[in-house]
């Protein structure tokens, strides 16, 4: 039982590349979230997808996409990447909005 | 929005004493706490968790209590022991909507 999966584990860009984050839960899950982590600051929620062919912002979305593909996949997308976007991704599913959250691994994602 | 402050930022404590780490929220509608440890390179994960008609949940080592007068909760760990170590996140969030706010982390550094 994998859980929530994230790739890459780490990648380095340079300013204006662009790069899609790829997260999948095997949970049967209906909602999914996108958080960064950034030192002392905890994680703060970018975007989510209450549900299949849903999303929504949350509290930091601007220079973010997000695509939710089929109920397991949901993707983070950085059109034009800058420095203040180094920080660690982490991808979350529950079963339900107010259920526990279950996250992947993370990917720790530096910006040149 | 929802803003959550946890104190403190870093707890050493001997192995077999107590911790206790501490979160205030200012949205009295929040009415869901969960709290997650996160192990180095790791997600976080779920430890415990709390809804606003409970005043106090115990598992095995581990207890949260809650005063939704003071909105404030805390996270109790007794007879830590080394694996205890990690970084402890509080979080609060609303019935039914996708907005959770973290703490900003503690990390608890459990020595032998």
């Known amino acids: 039982n994998a859980g929530v999966t994230q790739t890459p584990k780490f990648q380095v860009l340079k300013t204006g590349q662009s790069m899609t984050l790829q997260c999948a839960q095997d949970?049967?899950?209906?909602?999914m979230y996108w958080y960064r982590q950034d030192p002392g600051m905890g994680l703060r929620l970018i975007y989510y997808s209450a549900s299949e062919g849903t999303t929504d912002k949350g509290e930091v979305p601007n220079g973010y996409n997000v695509s939710r593909l089929n109920k397991r996949e949901f993707s983070l997308r950085l059109e034009s990447a800058a420095p203040s976007q180094t920080s660690v991704y982490f991808c979350?599913?529950?079963?339900?909005?107010?259920?526990?959250?279950?996250f992947g691994d993370g990917t720790r994602l530096s910006i040149l | 929005g929802e803003n959550v402050e946890q104190h403190p930022s870093t707890l050493s404590v001997q192995e077999g004493d107590s911790a206790v780490i501490k979160c205030t929220y200012s949205?009295?509608?929040?009415?869901?706490f969960p709290w997650y440890k996160q192990e180095l390179g790791k997600g976080p994960q779920l430890i415990i968790d709390?809804?606003?008609?409970?005043g106090e949940k115990k598992d095995q080592r581990i207890a949260v209590t809650l005063n939704k007068t003071a909105k404030h909760f805390s996270l109790h760990i007794t007879e830590t022991q080394p694996e205890d170590s990690a970084v402890y996140f509080c979080?609060?969030?609303?019935?039914?909507?996708?907005?959770?706010?973290f703490g900003a982390g503690t990390r608890l550094t459990v020595k032998p």
């Open positions: 709390i809804r606003s008609n409970v």
């Open positions: 979350a599913s529950t079963p339900d909005p107010l259920g526990p959250q279950h």
């Open positions: 949970m049967n899950h209906n909602s």
């Open positions: 949205d009295s509608a929040s009415n869901y």
């Open positions: 979080a609060a969030s609303i019935v039914n909507n996708n907005d959770m706010r």
